[in-house]
């Protein structure tokens, strides 16, 4: 309950509708999975970290770029440059119309029209297309971290649905025990208005004295303050499941207040472990990581492909200047001052880390499997016990009533006896929350019971 209320505390919600009708558990799975904030906030993360994978996958395709390029200038590079490039350059760019055969300092004479030419627009329209063709296997590396990355994303998603499911079965089955044990309580409650009317007759015919009566009251006034305690933590109930919905809930249909023992092995448990499913999936990241990292002694090959036309006008007498180039580039590394074989280094020593991590998870879960399943079975045992020691306390009370009714009791010792009533049945509705918790970590353990 104080899990509940600190949750409670932590935002102020704004439920998307109401339901107004008693809502059954799976009905009320289904609406969690939907309407939830935290699940939906783990999907938009699943969907985020896929489409991330698709940008690696796309690098393998290569890239088409257009490309314009809008220039004027009057430097003497540049305009031959631009002249060359629109297949327009003529002898008279090379100062041509200054030459005179017959001065014999020719070869001295700078030519005017090279050197200080007219300014001239640029246009230049380009289609690039470049692919990868040998990246050392990095490309095919990264798309396998990036492929384990939105499965750890959706290991994660059903974390948090699993999770939410245990917090809404344990919601419901802590309202079974609650309305149990008030419908206990209100038939002690019952019990001890009908022992609060004889006593006020046994008073008047003086048979009991006035602090009888005052005693009756007492315990009447503790057992109603239980049942508020319990109206209360229902309220907080219903508050913590219209939370965990994201709408407004006024009512369920509780199931039975004792949960029924799963029946899934440890083995099958541990197979389908979201933790040493996330564990397994992070050592595969590794060892792609490493894989990546040997990528860098590989050499890398790369072609490219253009075809481009260039005018003094946008796209003049485009078919006429068109131009292409095709090629191919291979670039290798050959030393960087030990800096890749550090790299690997540092992902061998991450993978085996994260190789022991896997086995610790799964020895982790181990563990936890046990601890749980021993206290189910503690649990179990103490329930057999207070509910037998219930039915005795019963007895006991009305035998101490019937005693009363003949004098040979006080008032005090059934009061007693009524309190011991009281103690069991809260005992056993602490056991039974804590055997009812211990399955449901069970099953959230197995990924929400091996669904």
Do not use: C
Request: no cysteine; hydrophobic share 40%.
């Amino acid at each position: 309950m104080k899990n509940i209320v600190l949750m409670l505390m932590l935002a102020i919600v704004t439920y998307a509708s109401e339901i107004n009708r008693s809502l059954t558990l799976d009905e009320s799975i289904d609406i969690l999975k939907k309407q939830n904030l935290e699940i939906k906030a783990a999907a938009l993360d699943e969907k985020s970290a896929k489409e991330e994978a698709k940008t690696v996958d796309a690098k393998s395709w290569g890239k088409l770029d257009f490309i314009q390029d809008v220039a004027r200038s009057d430097d003497a590079g540049n305009v031959f440059g631009f002249t060359l490039t629109s297949r327009e350059a003529t002898f008279g760019n090379f100062g041509f119309s200054e030459f005179d055969a017959t001065n014999p300092n020719i070869l001295n004479v700078q030519p005017k029209d090279l050197n200080y030419p007219d300014d001239r627009n640029f246009f230049q329209s380009k289609l690039k297309y470049e692919v990868p063709l040998f990246t050392g296997f990095a490309l095919s590396s990264y798309s396998e971290i990036m492929s384990d990355m939105s499965k750890l994303k959706s290991l994660e998603k059903e974390k948090v649905i699993n999770e939410k499911i245990y917090q809404l079965r344990k919601s419901y089955y802590n309202m079974a025990l609650l309305r149990d044990s008030t419908k206990n309580l209100r038939k002690i409650l019952s019990n001890i208005e009908v022992l609060e009317n004889m006593t006020k007759s046994m008073i008047d015919v003086g048979y009991a004295k006035h602090i009888d009566l005052l005693e009756v009251k007492a315990k009447k006034g503790n057992v109603e303050r239980l049942l508020t305690q319990m109206e209360s933590n229902k309220k907080l109930l219903y508050h913590y499941i219209s939370f965990l919905l994201n709408t407004k809930v006024t009512d369920i249909a509780t199931p039975s207040s004792e949960v029924a023992m799963p029946s899934y092995s440890d083995e099958e448990i541990l197979a389908q472990n979201i933790d040493i499913q996330k564990a397994g999936t992070g050592l595969e990241i590794r060892r792609n990581i490493l894989q990546a990292n040997k990528a860098k002694y590989y050499p890398t090959v790369g072609a490219f492909g253009e075809v481009a036309t260039a005018d003094d006008t946008f796209l003049g007498d485009a078919s006429d200047h068109l131009s292409y180039t095709v090629g191919a580039r291979l670039t290798w590394n050959l030393f960087n001052g030990g800096a890749d074989s550090a790299a690997i280094e540092k992902a061998k020593i991450e993978h085996m880390k994260m190789s022991s991590q896997v086995e610790l998870a799964k020895s982790g879960i181990a563990l936890k499997l046990a601890k749980i399943r021993t206290e189910i079975t503690s649990a179990e045992s103490e329930i057999d016990s207070l509910k037998k020691e219930l039915e005795f306390a019963d007895a006991i009370y009305k035998n101490y009533e019937g005693r009363y009714k003949e004098k040979l009791s006080s008032m005090s010792d059934v009061i007693i006896k009524q309190s011991a009533q009281i103690e069991k049945i809260l005992q056993l509705q602490v056991a039974k929350n804590k055997r009812n918790e211990k399955i449901f970590e069970l099953e959230k353990l197995a990924n929400g019971g091996l669904q």
